[in-house]
């Protein structure tokens, strides 16, 4: 190939380049509206945390604090990528979008750091962290019953 | 050629029985891009395949399977945990003159213990990636926006290192500060594909960020470089900072040998989220090598329909004589399981 259709094609990437850069940035997906939906951080009855700092519950959720006070290991939950709940959650407790958080733990992950556990529904949530004592998750306001102990979530800053 | 061929068909049906026979155990929790949790999550099967397509002046046109990395994580207690990645490097490619497959197909990359002092204390002992500044640690195709690679990011420090990790987790008001101290004494563990220089290495690196995605860092690595047979020293610096439309980052590097003249580099690169899953990127560099130095430019853009899959075309300029391969064009499929 010649050295000029070489500097063609770079050209082209150039220019698919900027068309790209001249979308509109609307397009960007997971900005969900997060005022939608109510959710509540639960962990097992006998666990004895009934609040936590914002910003330490965004740690244990992006596997930097890793155990509990009594040193049993924090077993975080998470719902899937699609789930409003989700969404909601990471942009008020995580204060980020999933497509910055997926970058993230992809990252992680090569690292050999494991994702917080991914279950299908607040009710799963609910019910698992119920059964785990070492379990956090977070449900849906409308879910939360007297098998689990809702933590209060206070933003220190 | 043939028994190697035999080798490697061996290998990639074991694989597939043993990855069939642990898939047939698992229950339902597979996310794509997070690995196959097994047995409770106490192992995890993961990695990424790498597809690039390459049109450069130094090089034959190509297209080839660059990377097929499995990661094995087990974990064997809440603080301990035994890492690997394993990888066949280039096992297809097809150029103007056929096809084959490279000279050295199975990369042992990583291999480490792990060990969870408590929060703050990390200690890995092993073969690891060299943690200098931010690209090393994490290259791999998916989780990069560019199929190149920063040459200042490879050139002038072994990429991994066999020996220990000592790692401190510092949680300081505002942002978490992460101090690491590392040391080689011995010859890495698999040296039969990317063989090291240093033999024996001591080295350290400082980052402060904060979870809203702004990381400044430091790293120095001390080394005798038994090719060249003497002492070496590269410093780097390095800043990282993300927001919700544009990601920022830039790397320096410089070698400076106890005889010779000092080499070294860097790149700025800027990513723009644009939306559908479309992230232009344009990275300028500048590198000094012994008696030379360029400026090439990448530019593209990655595409990302899924979190864990990333197609990427990008042209590079004033890349002749680097390890960029010259000027041309480079395009990349990349997935993590």
Known sequence: MSRGGRYVRAALAGMICLTAALLPASGRCGQAAAGDVAWRVIVHPLNPVRSIARDELERIYRGKSRFWRDGSAILPLNLSGSDPLRRAFSAQAMRDSEENLATYWNREYFQGVAPPAVLQSSKAVRAYVAVTPNAIGYIDANDVDPSVAVVEVVDVR | ?337
């Not at chain 2, 945990?81 to 297809?92: G, N, R």
């Not at chain 2, 090291?196 to 001591?202: P, S």
């Not at chain 2, 008696?291 to 890349?319: Q, S």
């Open chain 2, 1 to 337: 050629m043939n028994v190697r061929r035999h080798r490697f068909v061996r290998v990639v049906a074991f694989v597939a029985s043993l990855l069939l026979c642990f898939a047939w155990h698992a229950h339902a929790d597979y996310e794509p891009g997070r690995g196959l949790p097994l047995f409770h999550d106490r192992l995890t099967i993961g990695g990424y395949v790498a597809v690039d397509a390459a049109f450069l002046d130094d090089s034959r046109d190509e297209l080839v399977v660059d990377d097929l990395s499995a990661f094995l994580t087990l974990r064997l207690t809440d603080h301990w945990l035994l890492f690997t990645e394993a990888e066949l490097e280039d096992p297809v490619h097809i150029e103007s003159g056929g096809f084959g497959s490279g000279d050295h197909l199975f990369n042992l990359e990583r291999l480490y213990s792990q060990w969870l002092a408590g929060e703050h204390v990390r200690l890995r002992i092993g073969q690891m990636l060299t943690p200098f500044g931010i690209w090393n640690v994490i290259h791999a195709e998916p989780l990069v926006w560019t199929s190149s690679r920063p040459i200042a990011t490879a050139e002038f420090f072994d990429t991994s290192v066999t020996g220990m990790e000592a790692t401190l987790f510092a949680p300081v008001t505002a942002f978490d500060l992460i101090i690491t101290a590392f040391g080689q004494v011995t010859p890495q563990i698999d040296d039969s594909h990317d063989p090291q220089k240093a033999r024996r290495a001591v080295g350290a690196r400082a980052e402060a960020g904060t979870s809203s995605g702004v990381r400044v860092g430091a790293s120095v690595v001390h080394f005798h470089d038994h090719v060249d047979h003497r002492d070496e020293t590269t410093f780097g610096v390095d800043a990282f900072w993300t927001a919700r439309l544009v990601e920022l980052s830039s790397e320096i590097a410089i070698n400076a040998p106890d005889s010779g003249h000092a080499t070294g580099g860097g790149y700025a690169q800027i990513v723009w989220h644009a939306g559908l899953n479309l992230h232009p990127f344009v990275r300028v560099e500048y590198v000094d090598l012994r008696g030379f130095d360029r400026v090439p430019v990448v530019f593209g853009a990655a595409w990302k329909p899924y979190d864990a899959i990333v197609f990427k075309l990008e042209g590079i300029l004033g890349g002749d004589d680097t390890s960029l391969g010259g000027d041309g064009v480079l395009s990349s499929f990349s997935m993590l399981f």
